[in-house]
């Protein structure tokens, strides 16, 4: 007596996978802390290895809260894929919302190309207003 029939079984894993994508690509997309944000006006945002397009909305609150006179380090060195929207929001972010407040904003390890991301170690994102540090 077999207590799933072939479909059942089938549709069971494909459930299971999709969890497990889903709670993979759910981790944190970047490593800070609430106290950091509200207190700082040095602020590190060190990105996880992998963000997807699923990190976004995350990504964009916690850059919306960043205090008008800030100082902005993104560090994405240990990055091995950031999805093309991401990278939109943060040279956004870098070139327009910073440049009105006041925001100084330091990008570090960007890679020009996350499909191949061993090439090269040049910025994709491009920072109109960043002063020479």
Do not use: C, W
Request: no cysteine; charged share 30%.
């Amino acid at each position: 007596m077999v207590a799933l029939d072939l479909l059942e079984g089938v549709g069971i894993g494909l459930a299971i996978s999709i969890f497990f994508v889903l709670q993979g690509n759910m981790k944190r997309a970047y490593y800070l802390s609430r106290e950091e944000l509200a207190e700082a006006d040095e602020i590190t945002l060190d990105l996880a290895e992998e963000v997807s397009f699923l990190n976004k909305a995350a990504i964009k609150k916690t850059l919306k809260n960043i205090r008008p006179g800030s100082k902005v380090t993104i560090n994405a060195e240990n990055s091995s894929y950031i999805a093309s929207d991401v990278l939109e929001l943060i040279e956004d972010f870098s070139n327009v919302y910073a440049k009105e407040n006041d925001i100084e904003v330091v990008l570090k390890g960007f890679k020009s190309d996350y499909h191949d991301a061993e090439r090269d170690r040049h910025s994709h994102v491009k920072v109109g207003h960043a002063a020479s540090i």
